[in-house]
């Protein structure tokens, strides 16, 4: 497969992961200075302040780096769950549309896509993008590591539940997640699980957190649904409910 068609195939299933071939426009950042670039993550996490409503640098820099994982990794990871060969996620490759001003997309800039296993796509994603950012991030603000981590582990498995409700066989999907979250370690180490709640004739697949990503701290935010904050029995009644819904 080229990279066009296995972008289109993705987002035949998922419609909002969509990725670029191209960076045209102003508003395209190159991942590799936000890795290694200590004045371009600063200014590029400022811009982000008025869009994530905070004025709290450290809070900026946690929404930041979920908004910028999920970008970087969803259509890579949702390439990963149907099957197909994944684009190339290296920094040097790889730019992000800044437009909200917090991440919207992401481009792939290499028309090469490559058939990986759990291990390997871990290898490429994880330890090779993911791993040197979140220390770049940390190192630049007063924001912790685990933190970071507990965002980009929950954005990872955003992107596989995405594709799991998309209408395709389900447990060749959460199979391909487990198997890709046992390989993050031990960077996904205690950050989060994959859970199967049922009720009734129905089971829902969720992420249980590890960790908060501070949402609650800006001016207009709250708890996300699957936050480390909320009661265990409060958030398994929640998706009870939820499953009840779905079959009324």
């Not at 924001?143 to 980009?152: A, I, S, T």
Request: net charge negative.
């Amino acid at each position: 497969m080229t990279l066009d068609e296995v972008l289109a195939a993705v987002a035949g299933h998922v419609s909002y992961l969509r990725a670029s071939t191209a960076t045209e426009g102003p508003d395209w950042q190159p991942c590799a200075p936000l890795v290694s670039d200590a004045d371009t993550l600063a200014r590029v996490v400022a811009n982000t302040k008025t869009g994530f409503a905070t004025d709290d640098d450290a809070v900026a820099a946690s929404l930041f780096t979920q908004a910028y994982a999920f970008r970087v990794a969803g259509v890579a990871l949702a390439a990963h769950a149907l099957d197909l060969p994944v684009p190339n996620v290296d920094p040097a490759v790889t730019a992000v549309r800044l437009d909200k001003p917090r991440p919207s997309a992401v481009a792939y800039l290499d028309p090469h896509v490559t058939a990986r296993d759990a291990p390997a796509l871990v290898a490429a994603l994880v330890e090779g993008h993911f791993a040197p950012f979140v220390a770049h991030v940390h190192g630049a603000f007063r924001v912790g590591e685990r933190l970071l981590w507990g965002n980009v582990a929950a954005s990872c498995a955003a992107a596989f539940r995405a594709v799991e409700s998309s209408g395709v066989p389900r447990e060749p999907v959460r199979e391909r997640a487990g198997a890709f979250v046992a390989a993050a370690q031990p960077w996904f180490a205690g950050l989060g699980d994959f859970t199967v709640v049922e009720h009734a004739d129905r089971n829902g697949w969720y992420w249980d957190r590890g960790s908060c990503c501070l949402w609650f701290r800006t001016t207009n935010g709250g708890l996300c649904d699957n936050c480390s904050l909320i009661d265990a029995s409060e958030l398994h009644e929640r998706r009870i409910r939820e499953l009840a819904e779905r079959a009324s």
